[in-house]
């Protein structure tokens, strides 16, 4: 798996490409395909794959460990338990993953995600690895759209916070540094923020039901797709969308 300043670059790539309304069909499909971001969501997902059939067909311990153990490591080991693990793919049980496996785990969130990628400063450490993660758990929702209980507004809502937040969840690059810098007694969680009533349930995905089995995503590249509800937001209107998802949840309730 690709990490440091090529998946940067590509990502860079990437958003050049989804922000150019100029480019014709052709050459916005040339620049997609040459960014190469659906290959890294494609290798990430495969790799996961690889842990989880380990884990559940051969009953193997499996031992995933990337240069620092908290990119590509994290990457990996998160994705295999969502794949995994029921749990894992409701709201409480995702927030605890993400506590677990990448928070907890040391992921330099700081490093990583210092700027966005429409920013002109190309600083050496950043890397997108938590929102290729979100990436691949957006694949999985669009495959599997009744086994996880949280919709992509939860996924635009953690990409959002990891670069830019009012909260302290994302903050520092390891606990210690959280710790020193007592972030937790002077910012506020982001969990305690989306857990709350009037907020968690714009998350949940109204057509959940729980799944139990493991769910194996395809990689064929015909099923791979552009996240199109974060990579163009900013160019394509959300309403219709919003709309259609406000239908379905007003049916839901009246089932």
Request: proline share 4%; glycine share 4%.
């Amino acid at each position: 798996l690709r990490r440091g300043r090529p998946l940067q670059e590509s990502f860079i790539k990437l958003v050049e490409a989804c922000n150019d309304p100029s480019l014709s069909m052709d050459r916005w499909l040339g620049r997609l395909e040459s960014s190469r971001w659906l290959s890294h969501v494609k290798a990430a997902l495969s790799t996961a794959c690889l842990a989880a059939q380990c884990m559940d067909r051969e009953e193997s311990h499996v031992l995933v460990h990337g240069a620092e153990g908290t990119d590509t490591t994290l990457l990996v080991t998160a994705l295999a338990q969502v794949i995994l693990d029921p749990s894992c793919r409701t709201l409480e049980g995702f927030q605890g993953l993400l506590e677990r496996e990448w928070i907890q785990s040391g992921h330099p969130f700081h490093l990583r995600c210092a700027r966005s990628a429409s920013s002109h400063a190309r600083l050496k450490q950043e890397a997108p690895l938590f929102l290729l993660f979100l990436d691949c758990v957006w694949q999985l929702s669009r495959q599997f759209p009744f086994s996880l209980e949280f919709g992509e507004h939860l996924l635009l809502t953690l990409f959002d916070n990891a670069y830019a937040s009012a909260y302290g969840t994302f903050l520092c690059n390891s606990e210690k540094e959280r710790s020193l810098c007592k972030v937790k007694e002077s910012t506020h969680s982001l969990w305690a923020w989306l857990n709350q009533p009037e907020e968690k349930h714009k998350f949940l995905n109204p057509l959940y039901s729980h799944n139990a089995l493991v769910i194996w995503p395809s990689v064929e590249p015909q099923s791979i797709q552009l996240w199109q509800g974060l990579f163009l937001r900013w160019i394509r209107p959300s309403q219709y969308l919003d709309e259609a998802w406000e239908e379905i949840q007003r049916l839901v309730k009246e089932n």
